[in-house]
């Protein structure tokens, strides 16, 4: 009986430890006091649904920026939910530029002067990375559709010029057109692949 019994014993102690695996083997959430300055101090800034539109001199729209969701972290960076950019070009026409991600990576010292003082006319932004799933396209006035995607692309919004080393696919009147990087100016309509272009062009298309 006693044999029995110290088998019972066994077999309910190894059923407990098995209920207490998970507890077990997860790492200890730390309490409130055991929290340091610099693991709250990871981010200053966040901001949800924005919408930022950038003027050129003459009031007309040089480019806007959405996403719905902004951080901007101690070390500079400002990383991008789901962004936006719309660049708009003096004919009237525009191209929408969308990702599942991006960052800014560094802000010029007019963006410095907009933190201080508030004004929206200094603020401007160098470059934007635009990271997973990246798509640029146009639609012009007689209903063409231009696209390009690539996994990463860098865009600054103010010269409208486009850069990547990653894999880039055209698509759009007629052209099926892939290449391992490219150069784009979108206010010239240039576009300069970098290497091992391949494609097709099917004017039925």
């Known amino acids: 009986m006693r044999k029995t019994g110290a088998i019972s014993a066994l077999v309910l102690l190894l059923f407990l430890l098995v209920l207490n695996v998970p507890a077990l083997l997860r790492p200890a959430v730390p309490t409130p006091d055991q ?3 610099a693991d ?3 981010f200053d800034s966040y901001a949800s649904g924005i919408h930022t539109i950038l003027f050129r001199a003459d009031g007309s729209i040089e480019y806007t920026l959405q996403a719905e ?11 991008l939910r789901s962004p936006l950019i719309q660049l708009y070009q003096d004919s009237g026409e525009h191209w929408n530029i969308v990702a599942r991600s991006g960052r800014i990576q560094s802000l010029s010292n007019a963006d410095q002067e907009y933190a201080e003082t508030g004004k929206e006319d200094e603020f401007h932004i160098e470059t934007i990375d635009l990271i997973d799933d990246v798509q640029v396209f146009q639609v012009d006035n007689t209903g063409n559709r231009m696209q390009m995607s690539t996994s990463f692309l860098s865009v600054d919004p103010t010269t409208e010029t486009l850069t990547t080393d990653a894999t880039v696919r055209l698509q ?4 099926d057109q892939t290449a391992e990087g490219l150069f784009a100016d ?10 091992q272009v391949r ?3 099917d004017p039925a298309r």
Request: net charge negative; no cysteine.
């Open 172 to 175: 759009g009147g007629g052209i």
């Open 40 to 42: 709250t101090l990871d």
């Open 186 to 195: 979108l206010t010239q309509n240039t576009i300069r692949f970098n290497a």
């Open 199 to 201: 494609g097709v062009y």
């Open 69 to 79: 969701e902004q951080i901007h972290y101690m070390n500079g960076i400002t990383q």
């Open 35 to 37: 929290v340091s300055p």
